[in-house]
């Protein structure tokens, strides 16, 4: 399981599926559970370690984050 930093804002403008805007700073965790064919190109994460939801994020907003 990776984890991430969001890179940039992402708003629901530029993903529509996004409820809220994405926000720059914000750690989200790669999701490796079923996704049903739901994720193109992008990364599916959520805000918790293995739990739902899930949603795609664009690969350049996230970088990932070295375990220490």
Known sequence: MRQFTVTRDVT???CGWL?????KGERV???TGH???CVGAGIPVSYKV???PFFEMPRD??????PK
Do not use: H, I, N
């Open 12 to 14: 629901p403008q530029e």
């Open 50 to 52: 293995g739990e739902t």
């Open 35 to 37: 996704t049903y064919g």
């Open 29 to 31: 965790f790669e999701f």
């Open 19 to 23: 409820s809220g805007t994405v926000r």
């Open 61 to 66: 907003a996230l970088k990932s984050d070295k």
